[in-house]
């Protein structure tokens, strides 16, 4: 990756994870890519939605956002092990080979706790 997608390295359980963001289109979407030091990667994929807010010249780049207050900014390595984490609970990870991608807003539901009570 180049200079704009610089990889950061995150250790989880003594599994290096490295990590980057980006903005793609078409469609404005926001990716985390977390690729395992050996392996294969998955992309957070955050898509523009009724309610769902990702940088398109209003937000700041990394930001992702929902209309009910939650705002998450994926530069920041805390962010990214929660999502990271709310992934693994709910059975997604990078496979061993490979790329995998998933839909970023039930992690981001997951760890801003929107819809709760």
């Not at 395992?36 to 992702?64: A, C, K, N, W, Y």
């Not at 390595?77 to 609970?89: F, H, I, K, W």
């Amino acid at each position: 990756m180049g200079s704009k997608r610089r990889l950061r390295r995150m250790v989880i359980d003594g599994d290096v994870r490295l990590w980057s963001v980006h903005h793609r289109h078409p469609d404005c979407q926001e990716v985390l890519t977390v690729r395992r030091e050996d392996g294969g990667t998955l992309r957070i994929v955050f898509r523009p939605g009724v309610g769902r807010f990702v940088p398109d010249g209003f937000l700041h780049s990394g930001q992702v956002a929902d209309d009910r207050d939650g705002v998450l900014n994926l530069h920041l390595p805390g962010t990214v092990r929660q999502l990271l984490d709310a992934a693994r609970a709910q059975g997604l990870d990078a496979p061993e080979r490979g790329t995998s991608e998933a839909d970023g807003w039930p992690l981001f539901d997951a760890v801003t706790g929107a819809g709760e009570a």
